[in-house]
């Protein structure tokens, strides 16, 4: 049995005593044919082909699919929002009753808007906030955290909970004279390794934040031991966490009457507005993003591609170690995602 090496250069297999495969061959033959067809006056030879699939920056590829797939979920909201803005605005001008057409209307649209974290990958939170290269996050205030509460009183040290057992359990000292910025960061250093990230509000609240998949377990599990100086002593109190508001809450939307529909007409153009807003943001991304793959794609030299192709389709037909050797170099590092992206630069 041979021992298959894979040539650095090329990325076509050949054997131990150093052959080029077929298609690595037809290659070859067909860069020795390119270099006799050169003018003889010493104009250089085109350039060796070089595989651009797995060259192209992966973080890169990952921020267009992203972005797509964000595009994708937000025209879809949107077309959905345009189509209830218009029934509801002919209902209430006509003053008709509802009819099953636009409960049914805003029953598709909670639906979307449900499934928003599963559509964009995670890239678009409640506040339709795209992030790109990390999952969207849950913002939320925690009552009796906040800065007026905390900076007053003797040195005290709390245990705050945030599930999961010990792991979850983190220590936060506090002390007279900290400023405002001093305990904020002690927060944040201390809940950070619990995926639990600490902030100032305007009105000086902690604002809290974890990744939207980790929330409900933070939410459940939220509690605080202190000394009895800023929070009781003994067991661990558990404190009402309030997360922040997304800006489309489509539950809240009614239809039972024309008071109900005119409200409902307002929040489906509020709705609108913020959606249509993030859209225009999520295409700058996309755009960006296109360009400096286009910019960073490697040029392929194409002469002589077709003649490698029938090559390769001809061993591909034959059955045996051959031809699996010559799909499985030519499909290397090549996945879906990779194609997919390719396909949106057209």
Do not use: C
């Not at 599963?118 to 009552?143: C, H, I, M, W, Y």
């Not at 008071?259 to 807003?277: D, G, I, K, N």
């Not at 192709?309 to 059955?319: G, L, N, Q, V």
């Amino acid at each position: 049995m041979q021992i298959i090496q894979r040539s650095s250069s090329s990325g076509i297999a050949t054997d131990s005593a150093g052959s080029a495969s077929a298609l690595d061959q037809a290659g070859v033959a067909n860069a020795g044919a390119a270099r006799d067809a050169a003018p003889l006056n010493g104009a250089p030879a085109p350039a060796p082909l070089r595989r651009g699939l797995s060259n192209w920056d992966q973080p890169l590829q990952n921020d267009i699919s992203t972005a797509q797939q964000a595009v994708d979920f937000l025209e879809q909201s949107a077309a959905q929002l345009r189509a209830l803005k218009s029934d509801l605005s002919a209902k209430l001008a006509a003053r008709q009753m509802r009819d099953g057409q636009v409960e049914q209307q805003v029953r598709q649209f909670s639906d979307t808007w449900r499934a928003r974290r599963e559509a964009t990958g995670g890239s678009l939170d409640g506040r339709l906030n795209f992030t790109k290269g990390e999952p969207a996050s849950q913002r939320f205030a925690v009552r009796g955290m906040n800065l007026a509460n905390l900076r007053n009183g003797a040195r005290e040290t709390l245990a705050v909970s945030l599930g999961g057992g010990t792991q979850g359990l983190r220590s936060v000292h506090l002390s007279p004279g900290l400023s405002d910025n001093e305990i904020v960061g002690r927060f944040d250093q201390a809940l950070a390794p619990a995926g639990v990230r600490v902030s100032m509000g305007q009105n000086g609240e902690l604002v809290f934040s974890t990744e939207e998949a980790n929330f409900p377990a933070v939410r459940d599990a939220f509690a605080v031991q202190g000394s009895g100086i800023r929070f009781p002593t003994g067991q661990l109190n558990r404190l009402k966490v309030e997360e922040e508001a997304p800006v489309v809450m489509p539950e809240n939307w009614g239809t039972g009457d024309i008071e109900q529909m005119r409200e409902t007409l307002h929040q489906v153009m509020q709705a609108l507005s913020h959606v249509e807003a993030a859209l225009s943001k999520v295409r700058q991304e996309l755009a960006t993003a296109q360009a400096r793959a286009e910019s960073s794609m490697p040029e392929i030299e194409t002469a002589g591609v077709e003649d490698i192709a029938d090559k390769f389709a001809t061993i591909a037909k034959e059955p045996g170690y051959q031809s699996l050797q010559a799909l499985t170099s030519a499909l290397v590092g090549i996945n879906r995602e990779r194609v997919v992206s390719l396909l949106t630069l057209r």
